[in-house]
C-alpha cells in the first residue's frame, strides 16, 4: 500500500522495494537537496525580512555585549591584533563562518566560567544559518588576562562584523 509522507523531504517518490543499488538513498538526497536549496535560497544575497530583523538584533546584542565587557571587564584592555574571526554574508554561504563564530563563542563562556552567556546569540545565529556543518575546535588561552583579551577581541571582532554588514545593508546603490 502507499505510505504516507513521513517527512518534509518526501515528495511521494517511492524507490522500487526490490532494486538493488544506490536508487533509494539517491532520490531521497536529490529530494532533501531540492527542498533545501529552496528554503535557502535568497535572492542576489538579498536578506529577507525575517533574516534582516535577526540581523539587527545580533547587531545591537553583539554591539551591547562588546560594550559591556570592554566598561565592566576589561576596561583599559587592548584588543588581540592578531586574534582574527570570520565575518559573514547572509545567505548559505555563511553556515561555515558561523559554525566558527559560535564555537568561538562557546569558549569564551568556558574560559568565563559560564559568568558570561551568549546563548541567545548562537540561537540568533543558528536561526539564519541553512546547514549545520562541523564546528571547528577553539581553544583560548588559560591566563586570567589573557582570557579577557581573548573574550574582549572577539566580542569586538563580531561587534565590528555585525556594524559592516550593516552598513552594506543599508546603503544602496
Same mark, same amino acid.
Given at each position: 500500500?502507499?505510505? &504516507? &509522507?513521513?517527512?518534509?523531504?518526501?515528495?511521494?517518490?517511492?524507490?522500487?522495494?526490490?532494486?538493488?543499488?544506490?536508487?533509494?538513498?539517491? /532520490?531521497? /538526497?536529490?529530494?532533501? %537537496?531540492?527542498?533545501?536549496?529552496?528554503?535557502?535560497?535568497?535572492?542576489?544575497?538579498?536578506? #529577507?525580512?525575517?533574516?534582516?530583523?535577526?540581523?539587527?538584533?545580533?547587531?545591537?546584542?553583539?554591539?551591547?555585549? =562588546?560594550?559591556? =565587557?570592554?566598561?565592566?571587564?576589561?576596561?583599559? %584592555?587592548?584588543?588581540?591584533?592578531?586574534?582574527? /574571526?570570520?565575518?559573514?554574508?547572509?545567505?548559505?554561504?555563511?553556515?561555515?563562518?558561523?559554525?566558527?563564530?559560535?564555537? =568561538?563563542?562557546?569558549?569564551?563562556?568556558?574560559?568565563?566560567?559560564?559568568?558570561?552567556?551568549?546563548?541567545?546569540?548562537?540561537?540568533?545565529?543558528?536561526?539564519?544559518?541553512?546547514?549545520?556543518? &562541523?564546528?571547528?575546535?577553539?581553544?583560548? &588561552?588559560?591566563?586570567? =588576562?589573557?582570557?579577557?583579551?581573548?573574550?574582549?577581541?572577539?566580542?569586538?571582532?563580531?561587534?565590528?562584523? %555585525?556594524?559592516?554588514?550593516?552598513?552594506?545593508?543599508? #546603503?544602496?546603490?
Amino acid at each position: 500500500g502507499e505510505h &504516507p &509522507p513521513s517527512s518534509r523531504c518526501h515528495t511521494g517518490i517511492h524507490a522500487d522495494t526490490a532494486s538493488e543499488g544506490p536508487t533509494k538513498p539517491a /532520490l531521497m /538526497l536529490l529530494c532533501c %537537496m531540492g527542498t533545501w536549496l529552496a528554503i535557502c535560497s535568497l535572492p542576489f544575497g538579498a536578506p #529577507t525580512a525575517k533574516i534582516g530583523t535577526i540581523l539587527e538584533f545580533l547587531k545591537g546584542d553583539l554591539e551591547e555585549l =562588546y560594550k559591556n =565587557y570592554s566598561k565592566c571587564q576589561a576596561a583599559g %584592555m587592548e584588543t588581540d591584533e592578531s586574534l582574527q /574571526l570570520p565575518c559573514f554574508t547572509p545567505g548559505c554561504e555563511a553556515s561555515a563562518n558561523i559554525s566558527t563564530i559560535k564555537a =568561538y563563542l562557546e569558549e569564551v563562556e568556558r574560559l568565563n566560567e559560564n559568568n558570561i552567556s551568549t546563548a541567545h546569540i548562537r540561537k540568533r545565529l543558528d536561526d539564519i544559518r541553512c546547514s549545520d556543518p &562541523p564546528k571547528p575546535s577553539v581553544s583560548g &588561552p588559560e591566563d586570567f =588576562y589573557e582570557r579577557k583579551i581573548f573574550t574582549l577581541t572577539v566580542f569586538k571582532r563580531l561587534s565590528d562584523c %555585525m556594524a559592516k554588514l550593516g552598513a552594506k545593508n543599508n #546603503t544602496s546603490g
